[in-house]
Each structure stands twice: as structure tokens, then as C-alpha cells.
């Protein structure tokens, strides 16, 4: 099946600075979606794009979606503590209905270094 | 309080023994799904259910089966679990129409 490419794979950061990841896909997808998992627990969803082109901001996210519709970003700003954990784009090719064939991808792990 | 239950949340096995990772829902939705969590892999999808008795493979389906007989349930079956199939699993749901996937708390299986 198709995977996500997405980047950087880990991070590692001081409080307070930003933080910017990115994914990428082979072809093109009509919802963008960025999750966030904790230690111990499942992926929450933090933001959700529907249209290229699209900025939406959640707090201190940022995400904005690929005006090719191939590709999405997510950014924290200042970041914070509870900011540590892995976040996931996830992408979905047509959006009538549900999301059937929700594609992931591989996770940028973000730790903050104290 | 709305979730998705997973049971058990942690699993020592042996190749071979049949097991059952159970998911529910009590958000009414319509659409779930199982997914596999592996180090470097993301989260991969197993096998989804639109609705009660309809299932489809998701993209790696070989060594797990799934049945939907009722909306709240979606159990997962290994027949004959073997040690590729240590990993981290999560179920998920979704309403009928929306885009969130509601995760449950995630069941890490380790099989000997």
C-alpha cells in the first residue's frame, strides 16, 4: 500500500523554539490530517485540511495544505513540554465519505531536550 | 465519556495460539478499523468496517481476520500469530460522513 513520506523523522529541540515538519505524497490526496500521539496512548487529531491551499491554525499549530494537494506541513510554535510526542500526517484521496483509506505516515518524533 | 476500548492493552503469546484483540465503541459510528504500529512504518491499516457485516482489507491484511456483527464491535482475530506479527495495535472510529478517527488506547502484542 501507499505510504506518506514524511520528514524529519525525529527532532530534537530546545523550549521555545519552532518546529516545522512536512509530508509528501506520490498523488493526490483531497484531506489532509495531522495527529498527535503521546506516550502510552493513541494518535488525537490535532488539525484537519479539506481544500489546497488551505492554512488552519489550532493554538500554536500551524498547518497548511499543499497547493499541489501532494504535500502538507504542520508548525509548532514555542514550543513547549507537552509538545513532546510523535506526530502523524495522514491523508485521504477522496472525501465523500469517510475516511476508507486513510494513508499515514511514518511519524516525526519531537523531543525536547531541557 | 465517549472512547474506543481495546482489550488487552498488553499480550505475551506463542506462535500459533489463536488470539482475539477486542475493540468497542460507544460513539455509534458507523466506520472502524484496525490498524498496526511498527518502529521506522507509521500506522498501517489492517482491515476496516464501513458498517455491520461489511469488511475490507486494508493494506496488510495476511495473518488477521476481523468480524462486525454488531456496530460497537470489531474484534480482531489472529488464527496463528506468528513473531512478525509483534507490534502495536490500535482500533479506530469514525462517524458515518466525518473524517476524524477516534483511536482507542492501543493493545502492544509480542508473539514468541
Known amino acids: 500500500g501507499q505510504q506518506l513520506n514524511q520528514s524529519p523523522q525525529s527532532m530534537f529541540i530546545q523550549e521555545g523554539e519552532d518546529v516545522s515538519m512536512n509530508c509528501t505524497s506520490s498523488?493526490?490526496?483531497?484531506?489532509w490530517l495531522w495527529y498527535k500521539q503521546d506516550p502510552g496512548e493513541g494518535p488525537v487529531l490535532l488539525i484537519a485540511l479539506y481544500k489546497a491551499g488551505e492554512l488552519t491554525s489550532n493554538g500554536r499549530l500551524t498547518a497548511q495544505f499543499g497547493i499541489t494537494r501532494k504535500d502538507s506541513f504542520l508548525n509548532i510554535s514555542a514550543s513547549i513540554p507537552s509538545d513532546v510526542g510523535i506526530y502523524f500526517c495522514?491523508?485521504?484521496?477522496?472525501?465523500?465519505?469517510?475516511?476508507?483509506?486513510?494513508?499515514f505516515g511514518t511519524g516525526t518524533r519531537l523531543t525536547i531536550i531541557p | 465519556e465517549a472512547q474506543v476500548t481495546q482489550n488487552p492493552r498488553y499480550l505475551i503469546t506463542v506462535t500459533g495460539k489463536k488470539l482475539t484483540v477486542t475493540c468497542s465503541q460507544n460513539?455509534?459510528?458507523?466506520?472502524m478499523s484496525w490498524y498496526r504500529q511498527d518502529p521506522g512504518l507509521g500506522l498501517r491499516q489492517i482491515y476496516y468496517?464501513?458498517?455491520?457485516?461489511?469488511?475490507d482489507k486494508g493494506d496488510v491484511p495476511e495473518g488477521y481476520k476481523v468480524s462486525r456483527k454488531e456496530k460497537r464491535n470489531f474484534p480482531l482475530i489472529l488464527e496463528s500469530p506468528s513473531p512478525n506479527q509483534t507490534s502495536l495495535y490500535f482500533c479506530?472510529?469514525?462517524?458515518?460522513?466525518?473524517?476524524?478517527?477516534?483511536f482507542g488506547p492501543g493493545t502492544r502484542l509480542t508473539v514468541l
Open positions: 479506530a472510529s469514525t462517524p458515518g460522513g466525518g473524517h476524524e478517527q477516534f
Open positions: 495522514a491523508g485521504q484521496p477522496r472525501s465523500n465519505f469517510g475516511n476508507e483509506k486513510l494513508t
Open positions: 468496517s464501513m458498517n455491520v457485516e461489511v469488511t
Open positions: 460513539m455509534n459510528h458507523e466506520y
Open positions: 498523488s493526490i490526496f483531497n484531506t
